[in-house]
């Protein structure tokens, strides 16, 4: 590994070993400072990484955020990413999705785990979409060695979301994914 390369073991490493260098990396940055953008986001940014048929996007900094009103409590010691078809940019709902989802981690206080869902609100992307809930599972592409679980959100209907709630996240991912394997979240899916 060369001094300039980011360490395979961190979340930027793992993305970077599975897109490459130059894999078009976008992001909502970190402040100057290093300070986290907004007070009422939990994250220092959302990163964006293009792959051949996708935009691949990872929250940065959540893992170490410890939830509590005077923040003693331990580590949620995750990030969340989404997947979503290729485009020429990532699309803007990507990034509030994943800000949103950890604002919501933070608020429930204890971390998410695979098999978590999201209860429905307004469409994800702000229009007329039917994806309106989320399901969380391990993120399928990208794992980091010896650090933070990696947790992909996936974007389902109400339908699926109660479907969720009667036989389980992972079951109906699973068959979701049969469809699509990385089980990217297109709001035009619905």
Do not use: C
């Not at 929250?59 to 979503?84: I, Q, S």
């Not at 010896?146 to 699926?160: C, R």
């Not at 979701?176 to 990217?184: F, G, H, T």
Request: hydrophobic content about 40%; overall charge negative; charged content about 20%.
């Amino acid at each position: 590994m060369t001094a300039n390369a980011p360490d395979p073991s961190s979340v930027e490493g793992a993305f970077v070993a599975v897109y490459g260098p130059a894999a078009g990396r976008h992001g909502v940055p970190a402040a100057a400072d290093g300070k986290r953008p907004d007070t009422a986001d939990p994250v220092l940014g959302v990163d964006a990484y293009r792959g051949e048929d996708l935009w691949h996007l990872v929250t940065v900094g959540l893992a170490g955020v410890r939830p509590g009103e005077d923040g003693t409590g331990a580590p949620l010691g995750h990030e969340l990413t989404v997947l979503t078809p290729a485009a020429e940019r990532p699309p803007a709902w990507a990034f509030a999705l994943l800000l949103g989802t950890a604002r919501t981690s933070l608020a429930v206080g204890r971390p998410f785990h695979a098999g978590a869902r999201l209860a429905p609100g307004p469409p994800l992307d702000g229009g007329e979409s039917g994806i309106v809930a989320l399901g969380l599972r391990e993120d399928p592409v990208v794992h980091v060695d010896s650090g933070p679980l990696l947790l992909q959100a996936v974007g389902v209907t109400t339908g699926e979301y109660l479907l969720m709630q009667r036989v389980g996240t992972t079951t109906v991912l699973d068959r979701l994914a049969q469809r699509d394997p990385l089980l990217r979240t297109d709001p035009a899916r619905a």
